[in-house]
């Protein structure tokens, strides 16, 4: 998306596709095929930098029931791996990863393991 308001700033200042490229390549990496076809849409009238509705399967695991499933099932032991979770609901591991993550703002938390000292006791 930052990349197609860059290229549209740069059309609107009458720049060329090559020079736009040019600049943008030595910021983010982009595409010389992708600033063109940029420009053929601003040239064409095309204002919006969002990408437009396109038909597709709609998700069907991410549903609010299987959420609640999930996290009851984390809730009930956070033990359980994302395979026996996705095992369980009958889902994808991707599935259960991203409710995990985007839907029940679940993180890993780092646990850090100290060594032990030795003492002349503990010898």
Same mark, same amino acid.
């Given at each position: 998306m930052e990349q197609r308001v860059n290229i549209k700033f740069c059309f609107k200042l009458d720049r060329t596709a090559t020079e736009t490229h040019e600049m943008l390549v030595n /910021?983010?990496?982009?595409?010389?095929?992708?600033?063109?076809e940029w420009f053929k849409?601003?040239?064409?009238?095309?204002?919006?930098?969002?990408?437009?509705?396109r038909s597709g399967r709609p998700p069907t695991s991410t549903t609010p029931d299987n959420i609640e499933r999930v996290r009851?099932?984390?809730?009930?032991d956070r033990r359980l791996s994302l395979r026996m979770i996705a095992e369980e609901l009958?889902?994808?591991r991707?599935? /259960?990863?991203?409710?995990?993550?985007?839907?029940?703002?679940?993180?890993k938390k780092k646990v850090?393991?100290?060594?032990?000292?030795?003492?002349?006791?503990? /010898?």
């Open positions: /910021v983010d990496a982009v595409s010389k095929k992708c600033v063109f849409r601003f040239r064409d009238g095309k204002e919006d930098v969002k990408d437009e509705p009851r099932m984390h809730a009930d009958k889902i994808s991707d599935s /259960v990863s991203n409710i995990i993550h985007e839907h029940l703002k679940k993180r850090y393991a100290f060594p032990t000292l030795l003492r002349s006791s503990n /010898v």
